[in-house]
């Protein structure tokens, strides 16, 4: 009886061991950029990390009047504890409806305590026109936020923020 437990038990922790690392993806990774991710979701564009380190928020202007009015930028070597994208280390506001917005970060920085495993956040403020205000002319806009799809909800409660990780090459001085 021991032997067919023992027997149970070993294919049993090979895949616990083995799935965080399944979680990992390598560079470039490009995922979903999610505008409402409740009942409404809508896919408004990409985000890719290169492998220099450059991410990139992309809305696909060909199936989406969105627009970035502002990105937010978490990267780190455990995921981030809140989903609180004001507080992420990056961020550019007032980007005026932008259909992109790069960042370059050392992604092997963070890397290093965790033997290359990097998690990011990424957060953005969309803005759409929809409409001219008749008394001044001035532009009207609706607003909604996006985040990256990623494989790990971030904090607790009823919240669609999620993140992801990469692993980035550890390269030996």
Not at 46 to 58: K, N, S, Y
Not at 93 to 109: C, N, W
Request: aromatic letters at 8%.
């Amino acid at each position: 009886m021991k032997r067919i437990l023992a027997l149970l038990v070993i294919p049993v922790l090979m895949v616990v061991m083995v799935t965080p690392v399944l979680a990992q993806a390598s560079l470039p990774f490009t995922t979903d950029l999610i505008a409402d991710g409740r009942d409404t979701a809508l896919d408004v564009g990409d985000l890719t990390v290169a492998t220099d380190g450059t991410i990139t928020f992309q809305i696909d202007e060909t199936s989406t009047d969105w627009l970035l009015e502002e990105t937010h930028l978490y990267v780190g070597d455990e995921p981030p504890a809140k989903h609180s994208p004001g507080k992420f280390p990056y961020k550019k506001e007032e980007l005026g409806g932008v259909a992109s917005d790069a960042y370059v970060i050392d992604l092997a920085a963070y890397g290093i305590d965790n033997n290359g495993i990097v998690y990011i956040a990424a957060h953005a403020e969309l803005i759409m026109q929809i409409g001219v205000a008749p008394e001044t002319g001035e532009p009207i806009y609706a607003d909604e936020t996006a985040w990256a799809e990623g494989d790990e909800p971030i904090g607790k409660g009823k919240n669609w923020a999620t993140c992801f990780s990469v692993i980035v090459p550890v390269v030996e001085p």
